[in-house]
């Protein structure tokens, strides 16, 4: 495994992260999930814990629990038992979450993502049902603080990992990918800034060979860009804290985006002491393998698999085929433009190409892309067919995506920019460089493939850049070999 | 031909509900009769909650109902219920100040039931405090007519406590402020006060009565049951307030209501009726094992057969039940923080203190000491040895009992060591009444049906009950055996003096 | 194994109990003379048993019942809140809570 090393040591990094699953109602009541309503008008009497109340289990979490299980290549425990997790906060109504502690419902599982070329596996050691806590809104409350319960019994899963990663970038590249697989699999909506996923990073660092350090937990980090920039601020404050010989102490921490920095919350002595026992109000979870097989069955092709078939049936690259798939949206516009045109490749290095940077610099997903798979591929059809050279295909693909034409053939008639494909005329142009660059034919001769090159310009540039590059290579490669 | 009034609250709960049923007295003559004797009677203490409005409206609904046709089983007939219960109508306080005023927007689901067969409350009983405690000496709050919390008297010797924690309910039979309540049972708390109050009472097996609305003391304990003058009265309850709540509580089993009358008068003969040599040891009062021993006598007459059975682990059941129930409540009454409900301190400096004074002024000492127990037990490095060893031992104490019922039908014996003591004698000393609790608990524990019988009187003349342990989902059989002693004895129409 | 005044501090702290030195010394002395009860039962040989959480597991398998994914809670607030000791404009009202 490789792993760079920051002033000589070596970071370790595990992560817990927290997704809201997107049901109806809540996991242990009927009370809706939507965000975003008035203060307390989602929370029923079993998220208030009204004197009486009990937990009843909500299907559809354990059915997303499965899911999840099914996509990470899971143990799926045919039985798990809830736990109380016992503390007392103000956006915690019974003094206790409802948890899984001993027996979690998904065990085991990994997730694979690439960093640049190199293939990342991270070990999942379990993923978890629980109920979310409510919120503290202390802005308008001098001295004290507004408690809205609307998201106390929310559907979480937490998924967490073995401490297997060995730096920011593949922190956040995990993330990224989890978060893709959560969000195809449809069981989180995936938004982060309304707090649907949200991650928890333990930092440590150790000098190659030595034990694990001490980790710090960084809390509810809720962008990549903030797990980034706090992980990188720990990872700096940790090393600068064992360099000035300060013993590094275990402590959650919380990312300010404002100063960049983490900070250690106010520690709580008894904190750890949560004093876990199986609830009584609820008799052990079963998942069947029916129940399994029948949720497999109806899971769409998964990311990974969906990857690997890319490679396996469009020949593409790894690369390609994974950030193909960050999507299920995407790789569908993929594969509907490449089975269209025929052409894998030019397909996905237009998708990951013109159409990503067009999509990331307005802003939109790739639903709303104003080049439609149909056209993308007609558009490929003519680089193919040669009637167009890939320049061209570009002011086309403009064309298109600014909206002055919906037809690629229309376009390319309107702009006039047919290749020239008559071989006697671009003879002609060919010679005429030639001869009226000697010079450059000599370097050619001599061995510099840098005067090819400019030869070659200088005949697109005498076509008005109609010529078709590929057969000016050829035809000046002939001319030149017979010289 | 009318109904003298007089006679409403010598009538079970049967004869009265038909009475209703056949308009010889109206719903709100009823409710009107058990309200003047409650207030009448108010010096017992048991009742914390009365609101005549509320109860005369509900009866005449029930009124209504009567003449149009409609009418429940229990059409019209006043019962009152457990403060542990919550209702709508009427505070809920659990005993406790914690909870002091506190208007649930929900009613129980036993009391949902028990409404839509037409009963009519009459208002709240008391009960130790969150349901802890074998004396109703643990009450925190004020019973209808005094300005502060006050000793609730056993009818039958007001110097002495009626039992806990459903005190409240079993003084309301006794005294006949009500002909039929609600109580729960955790480690006793009906069986026990309906022992020393003279009157029947039956907890369920564990689940049969949904937990919704029952304010949480021992989640895999607490059960809901009915306590009244017979056990035919008894069955009528019991069949209304049981049947699956699946959408309520995860614990309900998906048992059918049942019509546990349907079986009263069934033969006893060859019924076989274990006896618990643990139950007959040397801490047993003698007056209390000659009543015990006396009513095993009729059942032979009636053609039962005595088996004698071991039940070893029966000790063990104190330090296991004193384990799992604080375990379990101390972590259900975190939910009293202040924060949603309930009472909070009027001066704090911060959050943690606003927890700790409101926590310490809202609990009394008994429950303070159980959450202090069961924190304990479950914290850190703690939880194998304790708790988890205690969970085990429970099996084998509800393994006992399976192998018990190979050779007997029912099990009997004693529900206390003693009849009930006089107010304030087991003093400071909780140790005391944990350890009186030993014949009640072990059925607690497995989760099995059991009642309470009038079988004679005891020491200083108080009422001893017959305690009937059932296989799981015996409550059928339990209640035709109590009912079948019922009709050969005459315990459980006696009534105390005064009344 | 008897308890210290140190426990009973750190139980009632757990707790959110706050308790007098003199009820300090009385729930000290209360607790170690109810875990003398206790100690007999830690001798008890349990190995292999399963825990009995749900007592009807005894003898019938008891799972957890699931129920369908329908949100039918409608919105109480004001009735949930009736019994809150300070709300404003929806919201429980609650010291500082300082991270």
């Given amino acids: 495994m490789t792993s760079k090393l920051i002033q000589g040591y070596e970071v370790v990094i595990g992560f817990e992260t927290h997704a809201q699953l997107a049901t109806q109602s809540k996991i242990f009541s009927r009370a809706p999930t939507a965000f975003g309503a008035e203060p307390n008008t989602q929370a029923c009497a079993v998220d208030l814990a009204l004197p009486g109340t009990l937990p009843v289990m909500n299907r559809e979490a354990v059915a997303c629990a499965i899911k999840l299980g099914l996509a990470l290549g899971s143990h799926i425990a045919p039985e798990s038992i809830f736990a109380r997790k016992n503390y007392f906060y103000p956006d915690l109504p019974k003094g206790y979450q409802i948890s899984q502690f001993e027996i979690p419902v998904v065990q085991g599982g990994e997730v694979s993502f690439y960093l640049g070329d ?31 319960l609307n998201r106390a019994g929310t559907p979480l899963l937490e998924i967490v990992t073995e401490p297997d990663m060995r730096g920011t970038e593949e922190a956040v590249a995990y993330a990224k990918e989890l978060h893709k697989i959560v969000t195809w699999i449809g069981i989180c909506d995936g938004n982060m800034q309304e707090g649907s996923f949200r991650c928890d990073a333990n930092v ?33 404050w940790q090393i600068e804290q064992i360099e000035d010989g300060h013993a590094i102490q275990q402590a959650t921490v919380l990312f300010d985006p404002d100063t960049g920095e983490t ?21 052990p979870l079963r998942v069947s393998q029916q129940w399994i097989e029948d949720l497999r069955a109806q899971m769409s092709e998964l990311p990974r698999s969906m990857a690997a078939r890319f490679v396996a049936g469009y020949g593409l690259p790894e690369y390609d085929a994974t950030t193909l798939t960050q999507s299920k949206a995407m790789a569908a516009y993929f594969e509907a433009a490449a089975q269209a045109c025929g052409s894998p490749k030019l397909a996905s290095n237009w998708v990951m190409g013109e159409l990503s940077r067009r999509l990331n610099s307005e802003e939109i997903g790739i639903e709303q892309a104003k080049v439609g798979s149909a056209q993308l591929a007609a558009l490929i059809g003519r680089i ?51 001869a009226a660059n000697p010079d450059n034919v000599a370097q050619f001769k001599a061995g510099k493939d840098k005067a090819f090159n400019a030869l070659v310009g200088q005949a697109m540039k005498a076509s008005k850049g109609k010529a078709n590059p590929q057969q000016v290579n050829e035809l000046l490669r002939a001319r030149l070999a017979a010289l | 031909m009318s109904m003298t009034s007089t006679a409403l609250h010598d009538l079970g709960v049967a004869q009265l509900a038909q009475a209703l049923r056949e308009r010889r007295v109206s719903a709100v003559e009823a409710a009107q009769h058990f309200l003047a004797r409650a207030q009448a009677h108010q010096n017992l203490g048991a009742y914390v909650a009365v609101n005549a409005d509320a109860t005369l409206a509900q009866a005449r609904a029930q009124d209504a109902a009567i003449a149009a046709g409609t009418a429940g089983p229990l059409a019209g007939v006043p019962i009152a219920h457990k403060d542990i219960f919550v209702t709508r109508g009427f505070p809920s306080t659990a005993g406790s100040k914690m909870l002091a005023g506190y208007q649930s927007p929900f009613d129980a689901t036993v009391v949902t039931r028990l409404a839509d067969a037409g009963a009519v409350t009459l208002g709240k009983l008391n009960c130790d405090e969150f349901a802890m405690g074998s004396a109703n000496e643990n009450s925190a709050v004020a019973p209808v007519g005094f300005e502060a919390p006050a000793p609730v008297r056993n009818p039958w010797d007001t110097d002495r406590i009626p039992g806990g924690s459903s005190g409240g309910s079993a003084v309301a039979v006794a005294a006949r402020l009500a002909p039929a309540v609600t109580g729960t049972d955790t480690g006793g708390s009906i069986r026990q006060p309906a022992s ?4 029947t009472g039956i907890k369920p097996t564990y689940g049969r009565a949904s937990r919704y609305g029952m304010i949480a003391f021992a989640s895999s304990l607490d059960q809901a049951g009915p306590m009244a003058r017979s056990a035919e009265d008894c069955a009528l309850l019991l069949s209304a307030m049981c049947g699956p709540d699946p959408d309520r509580d995860s614990t309900s089993l998906d048992m059918p209501a049942e019509d546990f009358g349907r079986t009263l008068n069934d033969s006893l003969d060859g019924l076989r009726i274990g006896i618990p040599a643990e139950f007959f040891g040397e801490g047993l009062a003698p007056g209390v094992r000659a009543a015990v021993d006396a009513a095993l006598k009729e059942y032979e007459k009636l053609g039962a057969k005595l088996v004698p059975i071991s039940l070893p682990r029966t000790e063990l059941s104190i330090p296991v039940y004193y384990i799992i129930a604080p375990a379990e409540a101390s972590s259900n009454l975190s939910r009293f923080d202040g924060v949603k409900f309930g009472h909070r301190a009027k001066d704090y400096a911060d959050l943690v203190d606003m927890y700790k004074k409101t926590r310490s002024q809202g609990f009394g000492d008994e429950v303070k000491r159980r959450i202090m127990i069961g924190t304990y037990v479950l914290s850190h490095g703690y939880y194998d040895a304790y708790y988890l060893q205690a969970q085990k031992i429970r099996r084998m104490i509800a393994d006992d009992f399976q192998a018990a019922f190979r050779q007997c039908d029912l099990i009997a014996g004693p529900v206390a060591p003693t009849v009930a003591w006089k107010l304030g004698e087991h003093g400071s000393d909780p140790l005391a009444d944990y350890l009186a609790d030993i014949f009640t608990l072990p059925a607690s524990l497995a989760g099995l049906p059991g009642m309470s019988v009038p079988a004679g009187f005891g020491e200083g003349g108080m009422p001893v009950g017959l305690q009937l342990i059932g296989n799981y989902f015996g409550e059928g059989r339990l209640l035709n055996a109590a009912h079948r002693l019922q009709q050969a004895t005459d315990f459980h129409l006696r009534q105390p003096g005064g009344l | 194994m008897a308890l210290t005044s140190q426990d009973i501090a750190r139980i009632a702290n757990l707790a959110r109990l706050e308790l007098s030195e003199n009820e300090s010394e009385r729930m000290l002395a209360q607790l170690n003379g109810f875990f003398g009860i206790v100690e007999k039962m830690r001798a008890v040989d349990t190995a292999g048993l399963t825990p ?15 129920r369908d994914d329908v949100a039918s809670e409608p919105d109480q607030r004001e009735a949930n809140q009736k019994s809150a000791p300070a709300v404003e404009r929806g919201l429980f009202l609650v010291p500082k809570v300082i991270e």
């Fill in chain 2, 196 to 199: 020393f109050c003279g009157i």
């Fill in chain 1, 384 to 434: 193919n067919d040669g009637t167009i050279s890939n320049n061209a295909a570009r002011q086309v693909f403009d064309a298109l995506w600014s909206g002055e034409a919906t037809n690629v053939d229309a376009v390319i008639e309107a702009k006039g920019l047919k290749q020239m494909n008559d071989t006697g005329a671009l003879e002609k142009i060919i010679d005429e460089v030639i």
């Fill in chain 1, 263 to 283: 900070r250690a919350m106010r520690t709580k002595e008894d904190a750890a002491d949560y004093r876990y026992f199986p609830d009584p109000d609820l008799p």
């Fill in chain 3, 52 to 66: 009995l959480a749900h007592p009807v597991a005894a003898i019938q398998d008891v799972p957890l019942r699931l």
């Fill in chain 1, 118 to 148: 190199e293939k990342k596996t991270v070990r999942l050691v379990r993923a978890h049902l629980e109920e979310d806590a409510g919120k503290s809104l202390h802005e308008d409350f001098i001295g004290q603080s507004g408690i809205d």
């Fill in chain 1, 204 to 236: 440590s660092v150790r000098k190659p060979g030595q034990p694990l350090g001490t980790r710090r937990e960084i809390k509810n980090l809720n962008s990549f860009k903030f797990m980034q920039q706090a992980i990188d601020y720990e990872i700096r």
